[in-house]
Each structure stands twice: as C-alpha cells, then as structure tokens.
C-alpha cells in the first residue's frame, strides 16, 4: 500500500531522533496518520505530526538501543484518542539507503501497536524506520492482524521521493 | 473559523448531528438527514451548510440530492466539497451577520 | 531498455529512469493542455498514466488537440482514446487506467497518484481539484491560459503554471484563487464558456510543467526548494515568476491544514468558546 509523508516533517523527525540522550542510544517517537482512499483497493496512509517520546520515558537497558516505559504507551494512546488518528512508532538508523527492522524491533514493537490499535481500531498503526533519505513501514490496517510489508512510501517535497 | 458553542448548540437544536469540517479556510457544518420542509421530497437529506461567502453568495446550503418542493427551483450549481458531490440553488441571503441557525433557516425557506 | 532513446537525458541523474518510470501521474484534463502534457511525459518516458476526461473530439479541438485528427472527429473519439494512442504510440508498454468522465465521477484512483496536472476549465474546478490533491498529498501542477478583450486595445493573452505542493502555498495562499474571481464565474453558474484556445501557449505552458515533474522526480537542477508560481504573458512572450511571490510572507499553507488530510471524518465539537 501507500504511505505519504511532507518532507518537511520527515526532516524534522529525523532531526529530533538525531538528538542523543543520556541514557538510550537511539530516540524514537510516535507519528500520527490518517488513512485515505480507505473504501478502494488502494488505501493510502497519511502522515501528520510527530509526538517525540519524552526524555523522562526512556528506560536505562543497555541491551536495547530505546527502551520506553509505560507511560510513553499511555501517552501514545492518548494521542490516538485525542487526535482520532491512527499512530506510527518511529525511529531512525542513521545511513544511506534502505533501513531494515531489527528483530528486536520485529519482536517487540508490535504489542505497543496492539496497544494503539485498542486506542482507535478504525485507523491504520504501524512501526516506520527512517534512514537519511529513505524509510519503510509495517502497516496494521483496521480489521486486520496481519501487517503489511511491501509498502510504496512517498516523501513529499522537493524533491519528490518515491521508495518501493 | 471559529463559531460560539451556543450558536452550534442552536444548530443541533434543528439538526442533532451538526458537526463542523474546515477545507481549504472554509467552514462548513455538516448536516446529516436534516429535515427538508413540508411537502418535500424526499423528507431528509444530508446538508453542508456554509454560513460564509462562497463563490459570490454570502451563505449557502449544499444537499446532498435535489430536493423536490412546491417552490420551482434553479439548481444552479454541482460542488465537490468534502470529497463528496453537493446541489444547491441558487438563492442569496442579503442579511449578514446572522447567527448559524438564522441562516439556516432563511435558506431552506427558499424551498417553501 | 530503451538506451538509445533516453541516452540524451543522462544529465538527469543516474537514476532518473528507475524515477520517472516509478511515478503515476493522473491528468485531470485532456485538452489543449492537457494532451500537450501526455504527448511530453511520454516522450520523458513516463510509463504509468491516470487520465481523464468526459468529453469527445470535436472540430473545434481541431486548432489546439494534440494527437487528434479529422477522423477522431468523424468517430467522435474519447479524449482519453486519443490521449492513450498517442501515449502508447511513444510507450507500447504505459500503463494507462483511462476514465472516460469527469474525475469528480470516479476520484478513487486519483488519489493513487504521485501527481497530478490540472488542465481543467475554470476556478471552482481547480478548487476542488487542489482540494482533493491537498487532503492526500499529492503535488498538483496546474496550468491554464485564457485571452481577453480590453475595449479597443489588442487582445491580452495570459496564463499561469502553478505548483501546489502540500504543506505550501495553495492557489489561495498565492491569490490565484479568490472569492472575487470564483463570485464572477459563479455569476455565470460556473460555466467557463467557450473561452478563446490556441496552441502554442498551450504548448508552452505544457513545457513548463513537465519540466517542473521531472526536476521534482530527478532533482536533476538541485534547486527546485520554492513554490512555483509562472505568470504567461502571451503578448510580450514571456514565463516569469509572478510578481505575488515577493510579496508571499508564508512558505506554509493557511487554507489545507494538517488536520484536513484523509477520508473526512466529523470533527468533535468541544465545549469552549473556541472550535478548532
């Protein structure tokens, strides 16, 4: 499916999870997003803002590069039920090119999406991975517990970017 | 746009599902299954009011199909807005200034 | 594939096929402009295509309807037929999804495009037609041309290449679009008549446009960073930024927020005095 992010807020995403922190190796955040073209068979994801995970948030676990606590979730799923949107945990490797999850994204992000789908089950959830000029996303449509993987995901802007 | 929380409640005083959308820095209330006037048909539809100047009327009233009335009406106008297709006539409120449901009113009495 | 065709277009970027070639671009409008801008992105290389267009070729298109020809007239051939003989005579292999109506009647796949050219008549089409560009994302390149009588002075041609990026400007933000030009054509219902129509202006703003897609694809100049906003002035000869943009104080749009885009959904009234 598609996804479509202003470039304007792919930086400043990928500007704020650049930040270091003193205790994660790496930040994440949350982005909000609105599911267009819904009742076609070409659903589109929208992207809209960007909710960083606060600095008190983040657990000290040395065997993880983030860790977040309860209350980023709650926070989360707050935001979800605030806005109406559906809501996208995020973070960024910091390199050219296609990003991969790691299995320790691939194991565990998935229960905070659960936790965001109870939020607001009629609005996509996901887990998007930015690099520096590109991004790939898992994608939990409403009604379905399967992600989907082979996502076409449109920066844009200028330039206009397409990643398949 | 911003409107007082009373005029609103007014509106859904007339219609209980009244809720407000933004598109392109125009205010719309949405008015679902609002009641058309006597010997109408048919007896609801759905509604966009815009109570602001849109393209040279100073109010409008937008319906989701073209209602039959008594009144011989000149469906001047097919919008897309809200990615839906709307009707509406072409009909002018001169006075300004009127609270939401006034205006409301003084549209639909064009299909008396 | 196709290296000897496209060897010419190498300064685009090492890239730039896989670019261009992953692009869908929609084309609301398939007339004097319109068919200009399908006959230039198929020469690109261009290869997936959403196109419509309810109307028919008439002798009147004769002066300005690329690809079209007296029997298509005759025949009374789709525009969109027209469109895909001349897209398909360039690429056998274009993937075009053509929609013989107004894209109001059938929107779905629009909203699967990476984006769209508007050569639609009149300024209440090309509100809805950025509205829906807006609410999903998509780029709309917009073109237009019209001639008009001043009393006794010659005709005065001109007309306009915008770019509506979301998250910029929008028409309305660039006083392109504003409720004394959509007043005026509502006094008329909306008809935009049958406005005066030639081709090279057509062709030149067409140019234009295609232009603009491809460095937004390629980013083969680096320094497409700004709103476009191309003022045609068809006496004098001359494409130049209009004057508006000097005095734009935003870079961001004030009319299709952030909390506009997807499917619409009722907002929540709140209980203050302030409804956002």
Partial sequence: ?164 | MEYPVEQIAELKEICSGAQQYEEGGITYFFLPKLRTPDACSPEEVDALLCPTAHHGYTSRLFLAERVASQQSLNWSTTARIMERMWHAISWNIPQTNLRLAQVLALQLRAFR | MFEERFNRQSFLGADWQQRIENAIVGLVGLGGGGSHIAQQLAHVGFLNYRIWDGDVAEDSNLNRLIGANENDVENEAPKTEIARRLINGLRRNANIAAYNCKWQDDPEPLRGCDMIFGSVDGFAQRRELEACARRYLIPLIDIGMDVHSIGDEPPRMGGQVILSMPGGPCMSCLGFLNERVLAQEGERYGDAGPRPQVVWPNGILASSAVGIAVDLLTDWTRSLRDVIYLEYDGNKGTLKPHGRLQYLERRSCIHYTVEQIGDPSAMTVVDSATVQ
Avoid at chain 1, 1 to 23: C, F, G, K, T, W
Avoid at chain 1, 28 to 34: L, P, T
Avoid at chain 1, 37 to 60: C, K, M, T, W
Avoid at chain 1, 93 to 112: C, I, K, N, Q, W
């Fill in chain 1, 1 to 164: 499916m598609q996804l479509r992010i202003l470039r304007a807020l792919y930086e400043r995403i990928n500007e704020d999870l650049a930040r270091s922190h003193e205790v994660a190796f790496e930040r994440v955040g949350f982005v909000s997003a609105k599911l267009g073209n819904r009742h076609s068979g070409e659903p589109v994801v929208l992207f809209a803002n960007h909710y960083p995970v606060a600095d008190q948030n983040y657990i000290d676990d040395p065997s993880a590069g983030a860790r977040i606590n309860s209350d980023a979730i709650r926070e989360a799923m707050q935001v979800v039920l605030d806005t109406g949107m559906g809501l996208f945990h995020v973070h960024c490797h910091a390199h050219r090119g296609r990003p991969g999850f790691s299995s320790m994204d691939l194991d565990e992000t998935p229960d905070v999406v659960s936790s965001l789908r109870v939020a607001n089950p009629n609005e996509a959830h996901g887990m998007l991975l930015l690099s520096n000029d590109e991004c790939i996303a898992h994608v939990w449509m409403p009604g379905s517990n399967e992600p989907v993987f082979d996502n076409r995901i449109t920066i844009v802007g200028y330039p206009l970017r397409i990643t398949m």
